[in-house]
């Protein structure tokens, strides 16, 4: 085994290795890096060299989730000021018929939340429903397809899969990679207001 000041200088390529695939969340690396090393020094603590488990292998999920989590915290702020942004719109709208007729859309258009449907259940929506109808559109068409049809019509994916010809979890992974597109469309349209 070895000692506790040497875990740092020891696992650096393990801390590196991990952070290089968090690359394209636009975090900064070396801040990754400050995470991963005090999620290393954690789970130095907790680690049991009893059970018979190499230090790395023990080591990888703490600084793994680690790194994760701070991703996560990094991109709220921009949810949130994009949701602030929408919401002062919104407000300069005083009615439903106001609005659809200011976007040019029917009534029932007007209102689009849109809902991720992972292991997170988060909602990563957009109020401004202009936004969010031109990065829909901005999207391929059996992509929006599918992401309207489970969203707003909350047909379920085996329905959607059935009706379109493919296995449920092709539209599964159709719809991600959909949620995933309109995320940054509406992530790159926040930071522009």
Same mark, same amino acid.
């Given at each position: 085994? /070895?000692?506790?000041?040497?875990?740092?200088?020891? /696992?650096?390529?393990? !801390?590196? /290795?991990? *952070?290089?695939?968090?690359?394209?969340?636009?975090?900064?690396?070396?801040?990754?890096?400050?995470?991963? @090393?005090?999620a290393l020094m954690a789970s130095y603590d907790r680690y049991d060299p009893s059970f018979g488990t190499k230090f790395i292998t023990f080591a990888y999920p703490w600084v @793994?989730? =680690?790194?994760?989590? @701070?991703?996560?915290?990094?991109?709220? +702020?921009?949810?949130?000021?994009?949701?602030? %942004?929408?919401?002062?719109?919104?407000?300069? $709208?005083?009615? +439903?018929? *106001?609005? %659809?007729?200011?976007?040019? !859309?029917? &009534?029932?258009?007007?209102?689009?939340?849109?809902?991720? #449907?992972?292991?997170?259940?988060?909602?990563? =929506?957009?109020?401004?429903? #202009?936004?969010?109808?031109? =990065? &829909?559109?901005?999207? +391929?068409a059996r992509d929006r397809d599918i992401l309207l049809k489970h969203v707003v019509e909350e047909h379920t994916l085996q329905a959607i899969a059935t009706d379109m010809g /493919?296995?449920?979890?092709?539209? $599964?992974?159709?719809?991600? $990679? *959909?949620?995933?597109?309109? $995320? #940054?469309? &509406? *992530?790159?349209?926040?930071? =522009?207001?």
């Open positions: 085994m /070895f000692e506790r000041d040497e875990v740092v200088t020891k /696992f650096k390529d393990l !801390v590196f /290795f991990i *952070a290089k695939k968090f690359r394209s969340r636009n975090v900064d690396l070396e801040d990754l890096a400050q995470e991963g @090393y005090a @793994y989730s =680690a790194m994760q989590t @701070y991703c996560e915290s990094q991109a709220e +702020p921009v949810a949130i000021a994009h949701r602030a %942004a929408c919401q002062a719109q919104i407000a300069a $709208r005083t009615t +439903p018929d *106001a609005s %659809a007729s200011h976007l040019g !859309v029917p &009534l029932i258009e007007t209102s689009l939340t849109v809902v991720q #449907r992972d292991q997170t259940d988060q909602v990563i =929506a957009a109020i401004d429903h #202009r936004c969010v109808w031109e =990065a &829909l559109e901005s999207l +391929p /493919f296995s449920r979890e092709y539209a $599964r992974q159709i719809l991600v $990679r *959909a949620l995933g597109k309109l $995320r #940054r469309k &509406l *992530a790159t349209k926040a930071s =522009a207001i």
